[in-house]
Structure formats: C-alpha cells, structure tokens
C-alpha cells in the first residue's frame, strides 16, 4: 500500500482521520461520490469504497482508479467473493479491495483470463503449459 502522502497526491481525497493504521475520507469521481476507508494490519491492507446514494455502485474502471490510488503498480490486490456463510454486508454498495501483506497472493495465471497484448501463438502454448503442470494436471 502507498504512503499517505503519495494516496494524498490523487487529488481525488479529501481526508477525514488519519492513523498509523489507516484512514478515511470521501472519495470524488465523475459520476459519483462517497466514504473511502483504508487499513493496514493482520497481514492485510484493506481498502473500502461507499457511495453516498445507494443507487449508484463504483464500476470496475472506478476500482482501477482506486487500486492505482492506494497501491502500487506491481500490487496485485483482490475483491473476494467468500463462502455464502461468511458474507457481511454492514453498508450497502461497499465494495472492498484487499492485499496479503505476509505472503505473496495466488492469482491465476493470465492466460486463463485471455492473451496478453503481443503474446505470440507459442507463448500462449507454453503459459498455458506450465499452467497446467503448476496445478499438477496433464496438458
């Protein structure tokens, strides 16, 4: 997670409180506006986003601009969809973004997602390869 003076830099932010651990404020964007709180600590940095009218909901473009706000560029951060028994919903259209902080995050591989911009027809085959001998499946 960046510093609070380089999450400060966005422009976007109007803090509210300051800790250590954290903070909170409201948060701009073009078509809306809202609670942005932020943490760290328990191995987790944790980043969460309300609007302030409960029709609107912050589109994927929105969370991109708020990982690029809050972390950095060779961050890889989440948004979890838990076990239907884990599920908290304290404030309607939250949504939240995480980070492992004690240990590097599994992600899937890319390829699983699609091809990357100038991957050539072969390394596609090979990332796919390795892919499935990562999880110890036959190609």
């Known amino acids: 997670m960046k510093k609070l003076s380089e999450i ?3 422009k ?3 803090t ?9 404020g409201f948060i701009k964007f073009p078509l809306w506006q809202g609670t942005v709180v932020w943490s760290t600590g328990a191995g987790w940095d944790h980043v969460s986003v309300s609007p302030s009218r409960k029709r609107d909901l912050p589109t994927w473009d929105d969370m991109c601009k708020l ?4 972390f950095y560029e060779d961050e890889a ?3 979890v969809h838990p076990p239907k028994d884990q599920y908290v919903n304290n404030v ?3 949504l939240h973004l995480w980070r492992c902080t004690y240990k590097e995050m599994v992600l899937p591989p890319s390829v699983l997602v699609g091809i990357r911009e100038g991957q050539t027809p072969e390394e596609v085959r090979e990332e796919i390869k390795a892919a499935y001998e990562m999880a110890g499946e036959k190609y």
């Open 16 to 24: 509210g409180v300051v800790a250590s651990d954290g903070g909170s």
């Open 77 to 79: 951060v989440i948004q």
């Open 92 to 94: 309607d259209n939250c």
């Open 12 to 14: 976007r932010i109007i």
């Open 8 to 10: 400060l830099e966005s």
């Open 67 to 70: 990982k690029d706000i809050f």
